[in-house]
């Protein structure tokens, strides 16, 4: 790049760094559009709106009812936030805390009726219209409305068919019978057997009298299709979308369907946040810590490189303030920590372009060269390594709910920003910077030839290394197990617990809070997961624990009298059921399941060799355990940021041992085929260890500055982090090789060649 150009590039990305900052922390306007002050925050941080529902009627309802109402009720208030949280509380009631909203009323007013869903026949027996088209929407779409309410509908039998009958709605593309073969877009639905009679009967009567039967979802028509044939085997077809995305959307509201119970509200409140001012301090003064310790390493390390890749993570934070703000994602404290740790893991996609750049450099190469070389040898493995655990994270947004979904927006943001800032930026700017007469290679570093570590001639003490950890926190659940009913320290929101209202004598802040009560309450339940949450404009606090005992609430009682003096009448306290879901633990199974072989799948067809496939997962299977053996042993608390963290290491694992299988198939095409095997494996890792130990450095500075600084719940998060970067360090550098070295070799019978 000639120097003129160099200038202007360089100009140009301070202009648009300071532009896009200025932005991110100031805003735009009165309102302050894209500042980080206006991302939606979650209840930890913001508080927002609770609702309790009651069960209508006098009859307990069933658990398998109260469950089903829940999970149904939890994908709906996904459309406000995926940090949304509902939960049972006693035996007919239902809390549901939305966050980041401050008009408890408007939310009731858009709740309505949680889950109607009707098919409604167009016409009553004496044949008086049920709806008529009222006007025609933009898209020239007619609009329709209801000319009687739902309970003249149910009273005079319009109502054929409601949303408990439907077992499965899925959007699907078709092809018409015209001669155009044009695309059509519909919803595929299957009846239960109670409603392929019910819809059986309902479409004969629509059919025979030429009519439409009518979608009815919350307060609205969703869609009127016209029937143009008796249905009769549990299966139907809604056409007439407009395009896939409209048909997804019909598809996941007949889904969540109608619930089986009738809900009323009981009371409502706005809450604060969970968490108080001096703990969201913290977690940015971690952030910052981390940050500049992070680029002092990278500039310290690879000199000149290091300070472009610096300055790129400083537009790659901007970015990700400015994206999370543009797609409304809510940010929780879990939230900010796996920001926070994707900082350290941008960093890997500069480390392996650095060291390819250092290796030509070696071979006698320019520094122009050597850069333009480093970065196109660098892309298959940064592609791969972030393809394979994009991969992982649609899948969860997809089929993923609640938690699990939030923290694979966030994963998806972080995974292409540090692609395209590693892969855009950094080079941009190092081009730049060499184009201003930066041209010595020893700013840049030279790879200082490296003897290769035999590594695989310790593979058997390396697997059993691992067995011994895997097989002894096996061991360690079981003895969990029997001394306490768990394997594991499941925190209430897997097990749920004791919700108490007390009503204080005096209005005490979150730090009050945290600094006077809840010591006192963790010695009463020896366990240090304590929520607290502020009633807006009252002195009450919402008070969460595992589930108390008679003794303990007593005791609880008393502690909080003598040292607050509240009285007994001021104590209320409810069993709560879990905020995660047995429906949400199934679907994050599943997820994962599926994300798992995605990726194996994409593995197998990019290398070409499902033994790299195969290697790879039992290498983030074996992660996975070795991190939870750690938590049976540790005992550390398993709530929502246990699934963050798995996810986590998941990604984390994946990408390291894309970087050693890359290497292996590179060095299998160039290396001299008389070359062993074993030589080839053990020269691939010698290559790629200094990108490991780096990248598993930098990430490890970010976690362990969040652990040192951060509170109570953010080093549940970090600590089992800490964990899962050594052991992806670990079993990519000793055990993925050995691995597929062995199945090469042994498991079809082949000398190592």
Same mark, same amino acid.
């Given at each position: 790049m000639k120097k003129k150009n160099a200038v202007i590039s360089l100009v140009l990305f301070l202009i648009a760094l300071a532009g896009l900052g200025y932005v991110a922390l100031m805003g735009i306007g009165p309102t302050k559009t894209g500042s980080a002050g206006n991302i939606k925050q979650g209840l930890d941080l913001a508080g927002g709106?609770?609702?309790?529902?009651?069960?209508?009627?006098?009859?307990?309802?069933?658990?398998?009812?109260?469950?089903?109402?829940?999970?149904?009720?939890?994908?709906?208030v996904e459309g406000y936030s995926t940090e949304a949280q509902v939960y049972q509380e006693g035996t007919d009631r239902i809390n549901i805390e939305i966050p980041g909203v401050s008009d408890a009323n408007e939310i009731l007013q858009e709740l309505g009726q949680p889950g109607s869903l009707y098919f409604i026949s167009a016409t009553d027996d004496a044949g008086n219209y049920n709806y008529s088209i009222v006007g025609i929407d933009e898209n020239g779409k007619y609009v329709y409305a209801l000319n009687k309410t739902i309970d003249e509908l149910l009273a005079d039998g319009s109502i054929k068919v409601d949303g408990t009958m439907v077992a499965a709605a899925n959007a699907?593309?078709?092809?018409?019978?015209?001669?155009?073969?044009?695309?059509?877009?519909?919803?595929?639905?299957?009846?239960?057997?109670?409603?392929?009679?019910?819809?059986?009967?309902?479409?004969?009567?629509?059919?025979?009298?030429?009519?439409?039967?009518?979608?009815?979802?919350?307060?609205?028509?969703?869609?009127?299709?016209t029937v143009s044939t008796v249905i009769t085997g549990g299966q139907a077809q809604i056409s007439g979308m407009r395009d896939i995305e409209e048909a997804r959307n019909l598809a996941s509201t007949i889904r969540i369907g109608g619930l089986k119970l009738e809900l009323e509200e009981m009371r409502s409140n706005v809450v604060g946040a969970q968490?108080?001012?001096?703990?969201?301090?913290?977690?940015?003064?971690?952030?910052?810590?981390?940050?500049?310790?992070?680029c002092i390493f990278m500039i310290a390390v690879y000199f000149l490189p290091g300070l472009a890749s610096a300055l790129a993570l400083?537009?790659?934070?901007?970015?990700?303030?400015?994206?999370?703000?543009?797609?409304?994602?809510?940010?929780?404290?879990?939230?900010?920590?796996?920001?926070?740790?994707?900082?350290?893991?941008?960093?890997?996609?500069?480390?392996?372009?650095?060291?390819?750049?250092?290796?030509?450099?070696?071979?006698?190469?320019?520094?122009?060269?050597?850069?333009?070389?480093?970065?196109?040898?660098?892309?298959?493995?940064?592609?791969?390594?972030?393809?394979?655990?994009?991969?992982?994270?649609?899948?969860?947004?997809?089929?993923?709910?609640?938690?699990?979904?939030?923290?694979?927006?966030?994963?998806?943001?972080?995974?292409?920003?540090?692609?395209?800032?590693?892969?855009?930026?950094?080079?941009?700017?190092?081009?730049?910077?060499?184009?201003?007469?930066?041209?010595?290679?020893?700013?840049?570093?030279?790879a200082k030839e490296r003897k290769p570590i035999n590594f695989l001639s310790r593979k058997a003490v390396f697997f059993a290394i691992s067995l011994v950890l895997i097989v002894g926190g096996f061991v360690v659940m079981g003895i969990n197990k029997s001394s306490t009913g768990d394997a594991l320290n499941y925190s209430m929101e897997?097990?749920?617990?004791?919700?108490?209202?007390?009503?204080?004598?005096?209005?005490?802040?979150?730090?009050?809070?945290?600094?006077?009560?809840?010591?006192?309450?963790?010695?009463?339940?020896?366990?240090?997961?304590?929520?607290?949450?502020?009633?807006?404009?009252?002195?009450e606090v919402i008070i969460k624990t595992r589930t108390l005992t008679v003794e303990e609430r007593e005791e609880m009682g008393a502690v909080l009298s003598e040292n607050f003096g509240v009285g007994e009448d001021s104590i209320q306290s409810e069993t709560i059921s879990a905020t995660i879901s047995?429906?949400?633990?199934?679907?994050?199974?599943?997820?994962?399941?599926? @994300?798992? %072989?995605?990726?194996? #799948?994409?593995?197998? +067809?990019?290398?070409?060799?499902?033994? &790299?496939?195969?290697? =790879? !997962? *039992?290498?983030?299977?074996?992660?996975?355990?070795?991190?939870?053996?750690?938590?049976?042993?540790?005992?550390?608390?398993?709530?929502?940021?246990?699934?963050?963290?798995?996810?986590?290491?998941?990604g984390y694992s994946i990408n390291?041992?894309?970087?050693?299988?890359?290497?292996?198939?590179?060095?299998?095409?160039?290396?001299?085929?008389?070359?062993?095997?074993?030589?080839?494996?053990? @020269?691939? %890792?010698?290559?790629? #260890?200094?990108?490991? +130990?780096?990248?598993?450095?930098?990430? &490890?500075?970010?976690? =362990? !500055? *969040?652990?040192?600084?951060?509170?109570?719940?953010?080093?549940?998060?970090?600590?089992?982090?800490?964990?899962?970067?050594?052991?992806?360090?670990?079993?990519?550098?000793?055990?993925t090789g050995a691995l597929w070295y062995v199945m090469k070799t042994k498991l079809k019978g082949k000398k190592a060649n």
């Amino acid at each position: 790049m000639k120097k003129k150009n160099a200038v202007i590039s360089l100009v140009l990305f301070l202009i648009a760094l300071a532009g896009l900052g200025y932005v991110a922390l100031m805003g735009i306007g009165p309102t302050k559009t894209g500042s980080a002050g206006n991302i939606k925050q979650g209840l930890d941080l913001a508080g927002g709106v609770s609702i309790t529902y009651q069960v209508v009627g006098e009859e307990e309802p069933s658990a398998d009812d109260m469950n089903d109402t829940i999970y149904k009720l939890q994908k709906r208030v996904e459309g406000y936030s995926t940090e949304a949280q509902v939960y049972q509380e006693g035996t007919d009631r239902i809390n549901i805390e939305i966050p980041g909203v401050s008009d408890a009323n408007e939310i009731l007013q858009e709740l309505g009726q949680p889950g109607s869903l009707y098919f409604i026949s167009a016409t009553d027996d004496a044949g008086n219209y049920n709806y008529s088209i009222v006007g025609i929407d933009e898209n020239g779409k007619y609009v329709y409305a209801l000319n009687k309410t739902i309970d003249e509908l149910l009273a005079d039998g319009s109502i054929k068919v409601d949303g408990t009958m439907v077992a499965a709605a899925n959007a699907a593309q078709t092809t018409d019978n015209s001669a155009l073969q044009q695309n059509q877009y519909v919803v595929e639905l299957n009846f239960t057997d109670e409603g392929t009679q019910a819809f059986a009967e309902a479409t004969q009567r629509a059919f025979e009298k030429g009519e439409t039967l009518a979608i009815y979802y919350d307060g609205e028509l969703v869609s009127v299709p016209t029937v143009s044939t008796v249905i009769t085997g549990g299966q139907a077809q809604i056409s007439g979308m407009r395009d896939i995305e409209e048909a997804r959307n019909l598809a996941s509201t007949i889904r969540i369907g109608g619930l089986k119970l009738e809900l009323e509200e009981m009371r409502s409140n706005v809450v604060g946040a969970q968490l108080g001012s001096d703990a969201i301090n913290t977690s940015l003064k971690a952030a910052v810590i981390g940050f500049a310790l992070v680029c002092i390493f990278m500039i310290a390390v690879y000199f000149l490189p290091g300070l472009a890749s610096a300055l790129a993570l400083v537009m790659y934070v901007i970015l990700t303030l400015l994206v999370l703000n543009g797609f409304n994602i809510t940010l929780t404290l879990p939230g900010i920590a796996g920001i926070i740790l994707s900082i350290g893991m941008a960093v890997d996609a500069n480390v392996i372009i650095f060291a390819r750049i250092r290796e030509e450099l070696a071979t006698g190469k320019t520094v122009s060269s050597s850069i333009k070389i480093g970065f196109n040898k660098a892309t298959s493995a940064i592609v791969d390594g972030n393809v394979t655990t994009l991969i992982a994270a649609i899948v969860l947004v997809i089929k993923g709910s609640g938690t699990v979904k939030g923290f694979a927006q966030t994963l998806m943001i972080g995974i292409l920003l540090s692609m395209f800032t590693a892969m855009v930026v950094t080079r941009v700017l190092l081009v730049a910077l060499h184009g201003l007469g930066l041209s010595n290679e020893k700013i840049y570093g030279v790879a200082k030839e490296r003897k290769p570590i035999n590594f695989l001639s310790r593979k058997a003490v390396f697997f059993a290394i691992s067995l011994v950890l895997i097989v002894g926190g096996f061991v360690v659940m079981g003895i969990n197990k029997s001394s306490t009913g768990d394997a594991l320290n499941y925190s209430m929101e897997f097990k749920g617990g004791t919700s108490t209202t007390v009503t204080f004598n005096e209005d005490m802040s979150i730090e009050e809070l945290d600094a006077q009560v809840v010591p006192l309450l963790e010695d009463i339940t020896g366990d240090g997961y304590v929520q607290t949450q502020k009633v807006s404009g009252t002195t009450e606090v919402i008070i969460k624990t595992r589930t108390l005992t008679v003794e303990e609430r007593e005791e609880m009682g008393a502690v909080l009298s003598e040292n607050f003096g509240v009285g007994e009448d001021s104590i209320q306290s409810e069993t709560i059921s879990a905020t995660i879901s047995g429906e949400m633990k199934a679907d994050a199974v599943i997820a994962v399941v599926i @994300a798992t %072989i995605c990726m194996l #799948l994409y593995i197998w +067809i990019r290398f070409k060799d499902i033994r &790299f496939a195969t290697s =790879a !997962v *039992l290498a983030l299977v074996h992660d996975v355990l070795v991190v939870l053996a750690f938590y049976a042993v540790s005992k550390t608390s398993i709530g929502n940021t246990f699934i963050a963290c798995m996810l986590t290491i998941v990604g984390y694992s994946i990408n390291a041992t894309i970087v050693i299988f890359d290497r292996i198939r590179e060095n299998l095409k160039e290396m001299p085929k008389k070359t062993e095997l074993s030589e080839i494996v053990n @020269a691939s %890792i010698t290559q790629t #260890l200094s990108r490991s +130990i780096n990248t598993s450095f930098t990430t &490890f500075i970010m976690v =362990a !500055v *969040l652990y040192v600084l951060g509170v109570t719940s953010i080093r549940e998060f970090a600590l089992p982090l800490i964990v899962g970067i050594v052991c992806g360090a670990y079993s990519s550098v000793c055990i993925t090789g050995a691995l597929w070295y062995v199945m090469k070799t042994k498991l079809k019978g082949k000398k190592a060649n």
